[in-house]
């Protein structure tokens, strides 16, 4: 039970650390560091993993724990997230991303009923993830784009706020790092088209209607509760259409997708193509048409310095974090705090899908503090695996709550990028939209735990 308390203060520590502002990769390496420390003094377990040859000395073995974790990842899973990354920051450079959303928010405008148009917004502003996987740079570009045209066509800017916010609420998007992350915490490798299609997608697809449906009679409510009910309005005409890249570059953010379905198992079985092969061709596509566009080829070479950029960005941003919650976690997992908590389920009868709301409610109150959707995911799905073979169960069950709670949780927090970047456009302060996004995403992390339980949480071999 000692080892559950320890573990539990110093996650406590944590959180309250980084809500005060410090940066959660070291606050991650400190954290860890200390839990092993702990259990080398008490003599709780060994520190290293099997696989790991000890140094010679016990303390320095801490850092060989480090080191391998740095080796691992970066050089696997890191480098699959650093090339995504850097595609993202490519495209946003040519102009793609901009393109994407400017020819997709052009239907909204035939939409004359503003409550039924926060329906369809979302739903857009949603699906736009699967080009544009960052939360804050999708929220950005939705607010020079979309939210001119719902307040034009007579919405209030605390509801399109509300909307906008939420975009990427609910995940489904097979470039996002925690879908990576958790494609391999559940055993299928790199497979995360996989993993999305068969786990991730049709659970996100119902939850993605239940907050849409939410938001319409939710943001009715809080405009009537402030006498701004919306009213159909013209739009503005100054709204600007956007006279960057041409249209048909909206296409090119979706490559990495497209080539991935298609060359998945699902439709050819004698291709394999790794996801950072598939990034570099992209890549290499995307290229050679800004050359055929702009005919100034030093110009494009100059621009691949962004893709560079990009990579170099999430190292920095993910990798370092992935690897200090690796180092967390494995601190959590040696001190015994997780042997112990399984004994205590199991001495309760604890079932796995209570076990799992668990973990999402945890995952939720994370995110919502530190504002952060990948810090607590990341911290906490390294232990599902452990947890979810003691139990003989599926770890998907498990994983997929946390994975929407966390993404949920930084939409329903005032301290996370998204919700600042969105708030700070609309000339409202971050609480008036937490309120506005609050409510459809606690609904909806109601209706997806409960698809979950019903058609995810069983066996593993049943799965």
Request: net charge positive; with cysteine.
């Amino acid at each position: 039970m000692i080892q559950v308390i320890i573990a539990l203060l110093v996650i406590v520590v944590v959180a309250r650390l980084i809500l005060k502002g410090y940066k959660a990769e070291p606050v991650l390496f400190a954290a860890g560091i200390v839990l092993m420390i702990c259990t080398m003094i008490f003599g709780w377990g060994t520190i290293l993993p099997k696989s790991l040859k000890t140094t010679g000395i016990t303390f320095f073995d801490i850092f060989e724990v480090m080191r391998d974790l740095f080796s691992t990842r970066a050089a696997d899973l890191g480098l699959m997230i650093m090339a995504l990354m850097g595609f993202a920051h490519y495209m946003d450079h040519i102009g793609a991303n901009e393109a994407v959303v400017r020819v997709a928010t052009r239907p909204l405008k035939s939409l004359r009923s503003p409550y039924i148009l926060l329906f369809f917004s979302f739903l857009l502003a949603s699906a736009l993830q699967l080009a544009i996987p960052s939360a804050t740079g999708l929220a950005v570009l939705l607010m020079g784009t979309m939210f001119p045209i719902m307040i034009g066509l007579g919405l209030s800017p605390a509801s399109a706020a509300g909307v906008i916010a939420t975009s990427l609420g609910v995940a489904y998007t097979p470039m996002a790092v925690d879908a990576i992350r958790a494609t391999d915490a559940v055993g299928m490798g790199k497979d995360v088209v996989g993993y999305v299609l068969s786990f991730q997608g049709p659970a996100a697809i119902a939850t993605v209607l239940a907050v849409g449906i939410t938001h319409v009679f939710w943001q009715r409510h809080c405009d009537r509760k402030l006498g701004i009910l919306a009213e159909l309005g013209k739009e503005d005409e100054q709204v600007s259409e956007g006279k960057g890249a041409p249209g048909f570059y909206a296409l090119l953010p979706m490559l990495p997708i497209i080539m991935a379905i298609v060359f998945s198992k699902l439709f050819v079985k004698d291709i394999n193509l790794d996801v950072v092969t598939i990034v570099l061709i992209c890549m290499f596509v995307c290229m050679l048409i800004e050359t055929l566009r702009t005919r100034n080829f030093k110009q494009v070479c100059d621009g691949f310095n962004q893709f560079l950029k990009g990579m170099g960005s999430a190292f920095t941003g993910v990798v370092g974090l992935l690897v200090a919650a690796g180092v967390f976690a494995h601190g959590i997992k040696v001190i015994g705090a997780i042997d112990q908590l399984i004994m205590m389920a199991q001495h309760v009868g604890l079932p796995p899908f209570a076990m799992a709301i668990v973990f999402a409610i945890v995952t939720l109150a994370a995110a919502i503090i530190m504002g952060s959707g990948n810090a607590p995911f990341l911290a906490f799905v390294e232990l599902i695996p452990q947890i979810a073979h003691s139990m003989g169960v599926n770890p998907v069950g498990m994983i997929l709550p946390m994975q929407q709670a966390s993404h949920m949780g930084r939409a329903m927090s005032p301290v996370s990028g998204v919700v600042i970047a969105v708030s700070s456009g609309a000339k409202l302060s971050p609480f008036d939209v937490v309120k506005r996004t609050a409510i459809p995403l606690l609904v909806g992390l109601v209706v997806h735990t409960l698809i979950v339980g019903i058609f995810f949480t069983g066996p593993a071999a049943s799965l």
